[in-house]
């Protein structure tokens, strides 16, 4: 008959549960290592030093918080952030929402290519010849569908990234120094600066994530009474985003910023690995970053591809075939050509490109934010739910810092 | 002269309404329509009736009777006009269907399409008897238009030939579903949906938001209800049945094949399984039980305990009259089943060597005796295998003694093969 509980089952169920739940919070936090992730960090820590690591602080918190928020609005709903815009904004706000979600889209999967040329080039194989070929071999991955497979490849090998930790702590770091910079955030007032900031929260914050998070919530079916789980996943997932994207930056800075190296090409970045690898530093960060671009170039332009989709009501998914879902297929393949296309563009500026999609990502994110916290206070679709005053509250402090920021950002080089 | 005015709902929401004496009345900010909840219209083409006007004007909210109201086009711009504005109170128009907050944007149902669309717009149409909403839009066309960019757009590819696709699905071939706002409560019984199949009606009930879903499903009923579940993927079911009522879940339940009751129920919380159970008719409820004790990869626990069983002196007659008065589901019929007093299997009738005998002739005259069967305690790889060799639809299973407990269909077997068998 059915069994009657002990309390060594239960310790048994709680992993269990936790195993299930697992997921949706530690895939957001890998698939944010990316290219764009990799790069950008390493770009603050060559140029700043310490300087912006003090960023990462704010940026972990409104991160779990946004993530959370998502979460709850994914149980709670049974509803995706798409369908919930659609049905709540109006056609015209989420055409123009999700128009600049493709853009951001197709900046982001530019810059996983980017990642894969710029690692390819340090196998010096011409990114000519790595681009499109690592283009339909995703293409191909995705659209047959054994995807699913491919993702936890790639999360293994997304450990990968813990080369910079140790690599960080062989280069001897300055922990004084370290702690002073964060005691004592640096601001600067100029258009550089400002956009290496906001770089780094879009970075982190990827518009696109929020989407992303809350669909997983829904297809993992999880439930609002497991809910401490669901955050602890989430947790980890951030903690993960933040610990590798510090060590990023400080081997960047104990490496790249003494010495006044810029990173110019991936080539450069690889140094940073040197105290770790010796000369095999430029093999080992090729590598790792050709991982996190393949890995980020399968998840990102699908799931651009079927938000999109969703809220304009078009049907969407890999697991329709397609003539049943014609405007996904086209715009997925559209995404990935157009992105393949900018980065064969001879002497295309790879780094560049990177950081300013980035940059894009961190302006797209108080439109997302903005519509976020109009569904998840609204009493009618979200019951009890709503959000307490705490979150409301920082997060639009979030909003209002990041809108000044990117004025600012703007504004500046008018002014010089 | 008859004055027909056809005109999208997207154009005319935010128009200032006035009244004749030119009083301004306030901003439209919804058409209310009637839902046709007394089934006197199941049949004819139905086209519901716009019953009132909710309006705008300086924050206050007003409901107001549509009779009164003209919508006119002058010069390709829509006016709307009020001859006299009396108030809808909230019970009068507690049945009515609100068009801008649960159709326009909202998932609705595609009873042709067998799926879920999104509405970017509905058409209406005002003649002297009334307005009425004729169809919706779900094309991309109407999208275009609602942002903004159709007549430029339309303009730009004429040049090459190529038109924008639009389309439109008449209000008899579609259903509203999305309540998924928390102050709404209907009481519709989505009669049109019952033409859908349970498989596809599963399927759309899957799509759905947490509550609309909830909603639809406890207005199906029992037998339809069971039905429906069956289909589901085990996530869903389990989602269903722990935000029924104790009282609800168990009528479902009961209705369904015990195996697959029992299926759901193990995936639930003990706690939950054993009040269900103790909710259930103590028939059902001990099959189900037993069921439970099977493995996962035993017969037993894909083996549905509906079958019919007769004994060898019975004739084709005795049986047709068992069928009619019990109306089983259509997988019990597959093979019917021989049985001695003790209730040991000793042969099997398929329902083609049934129906081409004459009423007298007795069982076992025409019953075969040469017949296929399985053990509970069996793997459940061996089953495909024999039910390819034999071609049959039915596999019956018996216990150690040879006793007939059941049987296991062609339809679990294939799920099974195709892995859908869901594992913990």
Not at chain 1, 343 to 353: E, G, R, S, W
Request: net charge negative; with cysteine.
């Amino acid at each position: 008959m059915l069994a009657i509980k002990s309390s060594r089952k239960n310790i048994f169920r709680n992993v269990a549960i936790f195993f299930a739940i697992l997921g949706p919070g530690i895939i957001t936090g890998s698939v944010d290592n990316d290219a764009g992730g990799i790069t950008t960090y390493s770009v603050a820590g060559a140029l700043y030093g310490y300087k912006l690591i003090w960023t990462l602080i704010p940026a972990f918190i409104v991160l779990i918080i946004i993530q959370e928020m998502n979460a709850r609005m994914g149980i709670v709903t049974g509803k995706g952030l798409s369908d919930l815009i659609r049905e709540n904004a109006g056609v015209k706000v989420t055409f123009v929402i999700f128009v600049g979600l493709l853009f951001s889209g197709i900046g982001n999967t530019t810059t996983e290519f980017a990642g894969v040329a710029g690692s390819m080039e340090v196998f010096n194989v011409s990114k000519y010849i790595s681009v499109p070929i690592t283009g339909i071999l995703v293409w191909i991955l995705v659209v047959k569908g054994t995807y699913k497979i491919a993702e936890r490849i790639f999360l293994i090998f997304s450990v990968s990234l813990l080369m910079y930790v140790v690599s960080a702590l062989m280069g001897k770091p300055h922990w004084g120094e370290i702690g002073t910079s964060i005691a004592h955030p640096h601001m600067e007032y100029n258009s550089a600066y400002l956009a290496m900031v906001i770089g780094i929260i879009g970075t982190t914050i990827a518009p696109w994530m929020q989407f992303y998070m809350q669909s997983s919530v829904i297809e993992k079916g999880l439930k609002m009474k497991d809910f401490k789980f669901t955050m602890i996943d989430i947790v980890i997932g951030c903690i993960a985003t933040v610990v590798v994207a510090f060590f990023i930056i400080v081997a960047c800075a104990s490496t790249l910023n003494v010495k006044g190296i810029q990173i110019n090409e991936a080539k450069d970045a690889a140094l940073a690995l040197k105290p770790l690898a010796g000369f095999l530093a430029s093999q080992a960060f090729a590598f790792g970053l050709f991982i996190a671009s393949v890995f980020s170039a399968t998840i990102l332009p699908l799931a651009t591809a079927f938000y999109v989709c969703e809220a304009f009501g078009f049907e969407a998914g890999i697991d329709k075939k397609w003539d049943e879902a014609p405007e996904f297929y086209f715009l997925y393949t559209a995404i990935l050509i157009v992105s393949c296309v900018i980065i064969l563009i001879p002497n295309a500026p790879l780094i560049k490109i990177t950081l300013w999609s980035q940059v894009l990502n961190g302006m797209l994110l108080p439109v997302v934010l903005v519509c976020m916290m109009l569904l998840i206070n609204n009493k009618k679709i979200m019951g009890v739910y709503v959000n307490k005053p705490i979150y409301n509250i920082i997060t639009w402090i979030t909003i209002f810092i990041l809108v000044v920021l990117s004025v600012l950002m703007i504004v500046m080089p008018l002014f010089s | 002269m008859t004055a027909i005015t056809t005109f999208y709902l997207s154009r005319v929401l935010g128009l200032k309404v006035y009244a004749t004496d030119g009083k301004y009345l306030g901003k439209l900010n919804d058409l209310l329509i009637e839902t046709g909840a007394d089934g006197q219209f199941v049949g004819e083409p139905y086209r519901p009736k716009v019953m009132s006007a909710r309006l705008i004007k300086n924050g206050n909210i007003t409901c107001l009777d549509f009779k009164q109201f003209t919508v006119s086009k002058i010069k390709s711009r829509y006016s709307i006009t009020c001859k006299d504005s009396r108030v809808v109170s909230d019970e009068e128009s507690f049945d009515f269907l609100l068009l801008k907050a649960n159709i326009l944007d909202k998932q609705i149902v595609d009873l042709n399409g067998r799926k879920l669309v999104r509405v970017n717009d509905v058409r209406l149409v005002s003649v002297t008897d009334g307005t009425f909403a004729v169809a919706v839009d779900v094309g991309t066309e109407g999208l275009l238009r609602r942002i903004g960019i159709s007549r430029p757009l339309k303009y730009f590819f004429s040049l090459f030939n190529i038109a924008i696709p639009s389309k439109f699905i008449l209000w008899d071939d579609v259903e509203a579903v999305d309540y998924s706002n928390f102050n709404i409560k209907l009481g519709t019984t989505f009669k049109k949906l019952n033409t859908l199949h349970p498989s596809d009606l599963a399927d759309i009930i899957e799509e759905l938001g947490t509550h609309s879903r909830a909603h639809l499903f406890s207005n199906l009923d029992e037998e339809r209800a069971a039905d429906v579940l069956e289909e589901m993927e085990p996530k869903s079911q389990v989602d269903i049945i722990e935000n029924m009522p104790i009282d609800k879940a168990a009528d479902v339940l009961e209705k369904m094949p015990a195996n697959e009751a029992a299926d759901i129920l193990d995936m639930l919380e003990d706690d939950r399984a054993e009040l269900l159970l103790a909710e259930m008719e103590s028939e059902t409820s001990e099959d189900v039980r037993e069921l439970l004790e099977y493995e996962d990869r035993e017969v037993g626990s894909i083996m549905n305990t509906d079958f019919l069983a007769f004994a060898e002196t019975d004739t084709v007659e005795k049986v047709l009259e068992v069928i009619r008065a019990e109306k089983p589901e259509v997988e019990v019929l597959y093979n019917i089943f021989i049985i001695n007093d003790t209730g040991k299997l000793n042969a099997s009738l398929s329902l083609r060597d049934l129906v081409i005998s004459e009423p007298s002739v007795k069982l076992s005259a025409i019953m075969n005796k040469k017949h296929i069967s399985v053990h509970d305690e069996d793997r459940l790889d061996s089953l495909a295998e024999i039910v390819s060799k034999y071609n049959l639809l039915s596999v019956p299973v018996v216990g150690k003694d040879n006793e007939l407990l059941g049987m296991v269909v062609i339809d679990d077997i294939v799920e099974d093969l195709m892995g859908r068998r869901r594992t913990k």
